[in-house]
């Protein structure tokens, strides 16, 4: 499993496809395991039945996994449901995707679940002239639950369906992205047309789970996959892609290419003052600055080596109104996960908050 | 739950040792050992994996172009498919040897002295031995870990004026770093055709770029340029200063342009794809999304404003 998520980190991010497909017939006896720990880009595949032209915007979706109904609403001591946890996890996800450089997300998938992890492997469908993202997170058998009207198509009998706290959850978390994705990813008509091709395919779960003492345990993994190409005379096919958490270090490979061959200014300079040039000499600035209104509000922890000890970071932000005691970020899948573990007070988050 | 069955039959052999070729040849630069080592404990199958290993090593090393040091240390041979004699031995024409390689453990174990066939005539040696010494003082003026070689690709045997022939120059440099989980190459390949009857020179450059950094995560770079020029048949010496400062201002260009690009991506290529802010230039009102889809929707009812 190690060597296979090495490989995952390896190939390149083009062909995570081709190398998952291959992992997953070598290695059949591992199919969960990988399916869970890699993330695929998503893929949008529309079928328009119902209208001609496909809305040319990306698809921001949240669903609640039928099969955890049971667990959710039977062990759980808060109440699920309700404005309050919508608010609050989606501030847990702000963090996470305010200041990581989430851009066009075709899909956002958010989960609600205690415990486990499923794969996501996207299409997209119409469902009663919406469309809707066709995943292992809505699937059962060979059918899938719209998020919209929460029937299965194609349809099927004696399918669990999330019990109504959750199923109404939901739809408002689905309201909420809706407008979330209307403010971030509208998509403007007449490209400056710098870009020949890119994606930018990003997932969220978060795992929320009561723990003992009336405390909850958040988890948040977000997965950012980006691929652009430019295509000019000048400089040829230019292709940059890649998956990685938080911050995207672009400038990173910049900064290789930099040590491949002396920019013309710096080997004429080298020639003279025999000064020797190294990328560090140069400021690469992250490509992408975190819009940070609050420097409380989080930290995010500096990088620590690829699947060695997990990062850990611990900070005490103040938020307004929520106060967290801890919040923890380490690194659960080396290879391209990042995992965000928040632990808030209860007496904060309660249920007298949740139902507020 | 839906995915009880697990993918169906076994893979065949022949099978198999695809797929392990196919994660070997595709190993980013400098990381064809460490994929090694994956794929063999993933095959748990030593048989397919040395079969797997013995076609993609060879692949690899040409299409990337690496570099080996000869074992007397009197120079580096260039593995690729403009000095290869065999399989396993490769000409360094600058020190006119022959180097036996031993492809998956990328070592050069053996040199001898290459035959006369193997050369090419005084003719054109006289102009690949200029280009060479040109390109070779371009190259370590400019890349920190440069290799080059200059071949002759066509017409070796030519003995003097009245034919055509053609000769390539081969830069490669790598920087491979695991321990800050940076690894880069550079390749270009120059082709130079001596057009004896128009008595011109046709150059036509190609130029690889690859950068890999995968702390935690996986970003990669590729990126391809293809350029073609055109110059005078000259002397030997005076091919090889144009010749040389044509591929200089090429490879110049091309990574200024490189550096445009990273320096685009933020301001242009990025907004692209994602604004920086949401349309309301403040960050996004998660307490108050009600207002906001509310608003939306009386937009939508009234018909107004888009």
């Not at chain 1, 349809?155 to 992205?177: C, G, H, T």
Request: glycine content about 6%; hydrophobic content about 35%; aromatic content about 10%.
């Amino acid at each position: 499993m190690e060597a296979a998520m090495g490989l995952m980190r390896r190939m390149h991010p083009k062909h995570v496809d081709t190398a998952i497909s291959a992992l997953l017939s070598l290695m059949p006896e591992q199919f969960f395991d990988l399916l869970s720990q890699v993330d695929q880009p998503l893929q949008l595949v529309c079928n328009c039945l119902d209208h001609d032209s496909p809305k040319p915007f990306p698809l921001l979706q949240w669903y609640l996994f039928p099969s955890l109904t049971r667990n959710v609403s039977g062990s759980s001591k808060e109440g699920y449901g309700g404005g309050g946890l919508i608010a609050r996890v989606a501030r847990k996800i702000e963090l996470a995707i305010d200041q990581a450089p989430i851009q066009r997300a075709k899909h956002y998938l958010m989960e609600y679940y205690i415990g486990r992890k499923w794969h996501l492997k996207v299409l997209c469908n119409i469902d009663s002239g919406k469309e809707f993202i066709l995943c292992e997170y809505n699937r059962e058998a060979d059918s899938y639950r719209s998020p919209w009207s929460n029937k299965y198509h194609p349809q099927l009998e004696e399918v669990l369906y999330p019990s109504l706290e959750l199923r109404k959850l939901e739809i408002e978390a689905n309201d909420v992205f809706a407008v979330y994705h209307d403010q971030w990813f509208e998509v403007r008509q007449g490209r400056r047309g710098y870009l020949h091709e890119g994606e930018w395919d990003a997932i969220h779960v978060i795992e929320v789970g009561p723990e003992e003492d009336g405390t909850s345990h958040y988890c948040l993994t977000s997965t950012v996959m980006l691929s652009l190409t430019t295509d000019n005379k000048s400089c040829g096919t230019f292709s940059l892609s890649g998956s990685i958490r938080r911050q995207v270090y672009f400038g990173k490979t910049r900064g290789m290419v930099c040590t491949l061959r002396w920019p013309a200014e710096l080997a004429q300079q080298d020639q003279k003052g025999g000064k020797s040039w190294s990328p560090s000499n140069r400021k690469l600035e992250p490509l992408i600055k975190f819009e940070r209104e609050d420097p409380t509000r989080s930290k995010w922890i500096s990088r620590s080596k690829l699947g060695s000890k997990p990062d850990q970071v611990q900070t005490q932000p103040q938020l307004p109104g929520r106060r967290f005691r801890s919040l923890v970020l380490h690194n659960k899948d080396p290879t391209i996960v990042h995992h965000c573990r928040i632990k808030a007070y209860t007496s904060r988050l309660g249920s007298s908050h949740l139902n507020a | 739950m839906a995915d009880e069955q697990s993918p169906d039959s076994e893979l065949s052999d022949d099978q198999k040792k695809e797929i392990a070729k196919w994660f070997l040849i595709n190993a980013p630069a400098g990381e064809i050992q460490y994929v090694a080592k994956d794929v063999m404990a993933i095959l748990k199958d030593d048989d397919i994996y040395h079969s797997a290993a013995l076609e993609a090593f060879p692949e690899y090393n040409k299409s990337h172009m690496i570099c080996l040091e000869l074992p007397d240390r009197s120079g580096d041979v260039i593995v690729s498919s403009f000095g290869e004699i065999d399989k396993n031995k490769y000409l360094d024409p600058r020190t006119a040897q022959v180097a036996t390689i031993d492809h998956v453990k990328q070592v050069c174990t053996e040199v001898r002295p290459a035959a006369d066939e193997e050369l090419p005539s005084p003719y054109i040696e006289e102009f690949r031995f200029a280009l060479d010494a040109e390109v070779m003082k371009y190259v370590n003026d400019t890349y920190p870990k440069g290799v080059c070689s200059v071949y002759c690709a066509n017409g070796k045997d030519v003995e003097g004026p009245g034919f055509d022939f053609e000769v390539v120059v081969v830069i490669s440099a790598a920087r491979n770093s695991p321990q800050n989980f940076c690894n880069g190459s550079w390749r270009s390949v120059w082709n130079i055709e001596f057009k004896d009857e128009e008595q011109s020179l046709v150059v036509r450059g190609k130029m690889q770029v690859g950068a890999h950094y995968f702390e935690e995560g996986n970003v990669q770079l590729d990126s391809q340029h293809e350029c073609k020029e055109s110059t005078l048949f000259q002397s030997p010496e005076d091919s090889a200063t144009t010749i040389t400062n044509i591929i200089c201002r090429h490879e110049t260009e091309y990574l200024a342009s490189l550096e445009v690009s990273y320096l685009n991506l933020p301001d242009t290529t990025f907004k692209d794809l994602r604004r920086k802010l949401p349309v309301t230039r403040t960050l996004f009102p998660w307490h108050n999304t009600r207002q906001i889809s509310l608003a939306r929707d009386i937009t939508k009812e009234l018909g107004i404003g888009n």
